[in-house]
């Protein structure tokens, strides 16, 4: 474990964010940046905004840097490490032009066969951009945070299990899979470490611009959700964490491996354990479709938590469900509306935390331990109404996660890495 100050650094879907912490994981320095454009130049100058803004006198103890990025969020750059394109970001699904490709070399049922997955976004930039670089030795795929980790450290071509996860790497036996590497792919695939790994030191140049002493190590990251999940400090199956945002997602520690793409539910590797999750289209964005932040606090003071709502809903925005119910036309549920708004609220909270119950009983089915604590993230962490209604559903302790921020999970993964073979196997 680092005994200096360690640096978590979050790119996530709204912003950038630093976290700087010590060895006992208390917080030195936060900080924020909003407004995040799509442009490799904005990436890289947020990033040394962030190490800017830091105060010099922690600057100058920080000992380890570890990066995430949003998943499946990608570029391509030349042999120095210069862009060749714009990126493509984690939500974007041009490779629904590919997904058929997809599905012809990737096992059935497979994480990598969605429109959004690293692996359809390089088969994407094959078809457009492929003869380009048939006779380029060296045009590297990378994430996000492979790219500005290499900013920070200078050795191109290198990421982590769980980024390259969607990108099609096998987990479980380290390597990527021959179904793969038997592509004629036009790009370098990045080599593959376990998060947390060493990489290299912090470039000189750039140790000199931010006052960052000489051996201040810049380790392998992690994505988004991933960091969240390390912030809330769940170690053991069975704990597990739920994502209140405007979506509801679930991740549980498993002893086990778990997929069914069908569900969306796919697992990252954590160290010796798994984290097996899915997510539901259900969540805060239907509650904002009906009620502003101030109606919902006043209103979830008016309801008692350990009265069960007679009102059975399924809110969606719109049609069609992922996990736990796969239905691509399943129509929400919204009626009857009570003449009381705290007696809608509460049929609303009631129900999603039903689909929640629902949810966690699914990944049990599917291998994962019965369920022992659940630690909650996201703006609806902060409703002690839902958090009782959910604890009286789930039948387990909830409570607010202690860290919630990804830049926080990022720090800890900077500080003390993962436990985790490091034979992994390369292409």
Same mark, same amino acid.
């Given at each position: 474990m680092i005994s200096g100050n360690c640096l978590g650094i979050d790119f996530g879907t709204s912003g950038a964010r630093a976290i700087v912490i010590n060895h006992e994981g208390e917080i030195q320095a936060r900080i924020s940046l909003s407004s995040l454009e799509v442009s490799t130049t904005a990436w890289r100058t947020a990033l040394f905004t962030l190490l800017q803004n830091i105060p010099i006198s922690i600057r100058k103890g920080i000992q380890s840097i570890a990066i995430n990025g949003t998943s499946s969020s990608v570029l391509i750059c030349d042999s120095v490490g210069h862009p060749l394109d714009a990126p493509i970001l984690y939500n974007d699904d041009r490779g629904q032009a590919v997904v058929n490709q997809v599905k012809a070399i990737a096992p059935a049922h497979h994480t990598v066969v969605s429109a959004t997955s690293s692996l359809a976004k390089l088969l994407w930039w094959k078809q457009q951009r492929g003869q380009e670089y048939q006779t380029e030795m060296h045009v590297f795929f990378l994430h996000q945070a492979d790219w500005l980790s290499f900013l920070l450290h200078g050795r191109l071509g290198i990421s982590d299990y769980h980024n390259a996860l969607k990108l099609g790497y096998d987990v479980e036996q380290l390597r990527y899979p021959d179904w793969l590497l038997n592509q004629s792919l036009p790009f370098q695939l990045p080599q593959v470490l376990a998060p947390g790994t060493p990489i290299a030191l912090v470039q000189p140049p750039i140790a000199s611009q931010f006052g960052l002493p000489s051996d201040c190590v810049v380790c392998a990251g992690t994505t988004d959700s991933i960091a969240a999940f390390l912030a809330s400090g769940a170690q053991t199956p069975g704990e597990a964490v739920t994502s209140l945002g405007s979506t509801l997602v679930l991740k549980i520690l498993s002893q086990t491996q778990i997929e069914d793409a069908r569900y969306g539910i796919y697992s990252h590797r954590l160290g010796n354990l798994w984290l097996a999750g899915g997510a539901s289209n259900t969540g805060g964005a239907v509650l904002r479709q009906f009620f502003s932040d101030t109606d919902l606090q006043i209103l979830s003071a008016q309801i008692q938590p350990n009265q069960p709502s007679p009102f059975i809903y399924y809110p969606l925005l719109k049609p069609g469900? @992922?996990?736990p119910i796969h239905d $691509?036309? !399943? =129509?929400p549920c919204l009626e009857p509306r009570p003449a009381s708004d705290a007696d809608f609220l509460h049929g609303l909270l009631e129900s999603m935390a039903r689909i929640e119950a629902q949810g966690y009983q699914q990944l049990q089915t599917l291998g994962a331990p019965p369920l022992k604590q659940v630690y909650t993230a996201g703006g609806g962490a902060q409703n002690q109404t839902? +958090? $009782?209604? @959910? $604890? @009286? !559903? !789930? =039948? &387990?302790? &909830?409570? *607010?996660?202690? =860290? +919630?921020? *990804?830049a926080y999970g990022s720090a800890i993964l900077a500080r003390s890495g993962i436990v985790a073979p490091t034979d992994a196997k390369q292409p």
């Open positions: 469900e @992922r996990f $691509a036309n !399943l =129509q839902w +958090t $009782a209604i @959910r $604890a @009286r !559903l !789930l =039948q &387990v302790p &909830v409570c *607010a996660s202690p =860290q +919630t921020e *990804a």
